[in-house]
């Protein structure tokens, strides 16, 4: 994977504070520290573009990498060989913890942060956490991914540099997309529309901080034909949690049995 | 939403309503000056026609229409004006691996 795949938004987040890179004939000093929201509909690629920025990480830096409480079994089957030793799936209420400069891959982030949640103590976390990401582990970058930013918390955008990039996004669910965002979505899916051959636009995807349409990468690893099996654990991690934790995430409580008297 | 925004609707839906009626309007029926219909029903009562004739027509359409446009805000008037279509903008890696 070349080091200018991505955008210099997107670059800029991605490497190590202070790693240079190049911009439109300028090089620059990496920031390394903010959020990147990818936000589509579901099969709409999300998922995969999070993966292919993660191997960015691994390829160009030296940063640990976190995959926010994915399955163990994902981890010890899913992930490429060459991630091995670099990926952890710590939770994010222990990011205090965390000593070094992580990538953060939060997925589905409208199940485990979502903005009708906000009081829970993981949301608290994510949005208190947004303010000071600069100053966690040297700075650390958070990739997230949501089929709306209106199913997230707002505090968690209100505060670090964000990147946000957007992919396909049923139309009959635009309007459901907070009020801030809106027209730039539209915009990024007038855009997309304009260059995309693929039914659910998962060609391209628009980066909204460089005003961009980029070519989205599909490595070989993700190739459902070449390993349905690790395809699938990497595409769609949620689905290997015990039946317990998935509950547990959709806030369903384990109801206690009565004791007969 | 405010009134002026239910107003804004209202004009999109019923000028898109417009536009389906027969494949919609003529340009200088719809945003051009009287004159451009009378003119055109004049000269074809007399049967003329050429390309002065053509001419002369465009003149009294873009006359009309800059009258319509006189009274739009300058934004819209801008976003009429021609030019050539944007290509898409699309990141291109220079791929120099370093």
């Not at chain 1, 090089?27 to 993660?54: D, E, N, V």
């Not at chain 1, 100053?135 to 209106?150: D, E, K, R, Y």
Request: glycine share 6%; charged share 25%.
């Amino acid at each position: 994977m070349n080091r200018d795949i991505f955008p210099p938004a997107i670059v800029n987040l991605l490497l190590s504070e202070g790693q240079r890179f190049t911009a439109y004939g300028q090089t620059r000093q990496a920031l390394g520290t903010g959020i990147l929201p990818l936000i589509g509909s579901a099969r709409g690629g999300k998922t995969s573009l999070a993966y292919c920025m993660i191997d960015f990480v691994i390829q160009h830096t030296t940063r640990p990498v976190i995959l926010e409480s994915f399955p163990d079994v994902v981890l010890k089957e899913g992930i490429p060989e060459h991630w091995r030793g670099r990926v952890t799936n710590t939770p994010f209420n222990q990011i205090a913890g965390v000593e070094e400069p992580a990538v953060w891959l939060v997925d589905d982030t409208g199940t485990s942060f979502n903005s009708r949640d906000s009081m829970t103590s993981n949301s608290k976390t994510l949005a208190k956490v947004a303010g000071v990401l600069s100053h966690f582990g040297g700075g650390m970058t958070v990739i997230f991914t949501s089929q709306l930013l209106s199913g997230v918390d707002v505090s968690f955008m209100r505060y670090t540099t964000l990147a946000p990039c957007i992919r396909f996004i049923d139309p009959d669910v635009i309007g459901q997309e907070r009020k801030e965002w809106i027209g730039q979505v539209k915009n990024a899916q007038h855009e997309l529309r304009s260059v995309c051959q693929d039914s659910m636009m998962r060609d391209y995807f628009y980066s909204i901080k460089d005003n961009l349409l980029v070519k989205a990468p599909f490595p070989d690893w993700l190739n459902k034909d070449k390993d349905p099996r690790k395809a699938d654990l990497l595409s769609r991690p949620m689905r290997y949690h015990t039946a317990q934790k998935k509950a547990e995430m959709i806030g369903q409580k384990m109801t206690k049995k009565k004791v007969k008297e | 939403m405010t009134s002026k925004d239910r107003e804004r609707e209202y004009n999109r839906i019923a000028a898109n309503r417009i536009s389906r009626l027969d494949g919609g309007l003529p340009v200088h029926v719809a945003i051009a000056r009287r004159p451009s219909i009378t003119l055109r029903n004049k000269l074809k009562r007399m049967g003329l026609e050429g390309e002065h004739i053509t001419d002369l027509i465009q003149m009294i359409d873009e006359i009309g229409m800059q009258e319509t446009l006189q009274h739009m805000p300058l934004g819209v008037r801008f976003a009429t004006v021609k030019q050539a279509q944007r290509p898409p903008s699309i990141w291109r890696p220079k791929s120099n691996d370093s």
